[in-house]
């Protein structure tokens, strides 16, 4: 797949475009950006400088990704999901000094309209529900919902709902991997 970049998106130069990723209307990488490879950037996104996004990383149409994001390799970012990098901005206060990172981990999707408030980090394969607003890190395979995001569960690597039973174990159906609960805190992937 070689890489594409429609004629109405801007790409400035010095940013970082991997082999085989496309970019589509109207969107804007800036100088400092560095996106990896097979990446898929839809209609009207802005990527900031400084934003770093892994390989095999999709970004649906609206987004804005704000300096600070860093997006590890195979995440999804719905539509019109809104990121932030300033905990209270002013109009007339300059606050570039003071741009929180936020990070999302490996195969975490972010669904749409979903707003991340800057300085957090979304777990490896987490899921962030339609139109959540999250606001503190959410642990890896977390399935949460909501305004604030509150946690309903617990998502396989391959996206369906995880189902425990009372030893802790779940079996991912589309996959056929077992999961397993520790503690009813946090989930690793078992042996088959």
Known sequence: MKTFIHDTAVVDEGAVIGEGTHIWHFSH???????????????????????????????????SLYEGVICED?????????????????????????????????GATIGANATIVCGNEIGAYAFIGAGAVVTKSILPYALVTGNPATQKGWMSEHGNKLEFDTAGKAICVASNTTYILVEGKHVEKGSN
């Open 29 to 63: 990488i800036m100088p400092s950006a560095k996106i990896g490879e097979y990446c898929s950037i839809g209609q009207n996104v802005f990527i900031a400088n400084k934003v770093t996004l892994g390989n095999n990383v999709k970004v649906q149409n609206n987004v």
């Open 74 to 106: 195979n995440v999804f970012i719905g539509p019109s999901a809104v990121f932030t990098n300033v905990i209270n901005p002013r109009s007339a206060v300059s606050r570039k000094t003071e741009y929180q990172t936020t990070i999302i981990r490996k």
